[in-house]
């Protein structure tokens, strides 16, 4: 079964420095990873995707996330954070292998940016 | 297009209560999805439903259950609720012919339970 571990409850960045959000992941097939971000009483944003091809992902926000097969990781960034990026983000995966699988989330990681 | 709507939006109910959440996924969208979201947990997969079939199934009791109707429309339902069933209901939906199939989310069903 698939899985996927955000191994930070809480990421604190000052406002115009670079921020990254860490996301491991277990996959018994080909890896589609996702990042989704919660702002306060809302559902989940589609921020990105990586499926296949180009390891460095760009998506809305100007956020990014590289995936990294060796270390099974797919890692959040942004080059200058900004006050209003502060939210709640989720890193999924699913088995592209197998068309009908479902999404698994992580915990999330709650990203903090101060002015 | 209209995004996924769920109702009601916020609800409270008492423990032994019952509750039924409803989910209209995007026109055009067969496959509804079911999370719970609460604090320590995040986000847990509850089940998924396409063409009126579950496809998927998390691990929940079985007082968590759900349906999907012909025009995509999906209910979930708690029976007996308990302290612990208070949290954050999202649906998602999806296309099928996508092929990395991203979700879509409500704006989620917040239970609370007393």
């Known amino acids: 079964a698939q899985s996927v571990a955000q191994p930070e409850d809480q990421v604190n960045v000052a406002e115009g420095n670079p921020l990254t959000v860490k996301c491991t992941y277990s996959v018994s097939g080909n890896p589609y990873l996702f990042w989704y971000v919660q702002y306060p009483n809302r559902g989940l944003q589609f921020l990105l995707k990586y499926i296949t091809g180009d390891n460095l992902v760009k998506g809305s926000y100007g956020f990014e996330a590289e995936f990294n097969k060796s270390q099974t990781s797919f890692h959040l960034k942004k080059p200058s954070a900004l006050v209003s990026d502060s939210a709640l983000y989720f890193c999924?995966?699913?088995?592209?292998?197998?068309?009908?699988?479902?999404?698994?989330f992580g915990k999330g990681t709650r990203l903090h940016i101060l002015p | 297009k209209a995004g996924v709507t769920q109702t009601p939006r916020y609800l409270i109910k008492t423990r032994g209560q019952q509750v039924t959440l409803s989910c209209s996924p995007i026109s055009g969208h067969r496959s509804v999805s079911w999370y719970q979201q609460t604090p320590g947990q995040g986000l847990q997969f509850l089940f998924e439903?396409?063409?009126?079939?579950?496809?998927n199934k998390g691990n929940f009791p079985g007082r968590f259950s759900g349906r999907q109707f012909s025009n995509s429309r999906s209910e979930m339902n708690v029976s007996t609720l308990e302290l612990g069933d208070s949290a954050l209901y999202l649906c998602a939906s999806k296309e099928e012919s996508a092929l990395s199939g991203e979700l879509f989310f409500g704006e989620g069903s917040r239970l609370t339970v007393l």
């Open positions: 999924a995966v699913r088995d592209g292998g197998d068309r009908d699988d479902k999404i698994i």
């Open positions: 439903y396409f063409s009126e079939t579950q496809r």
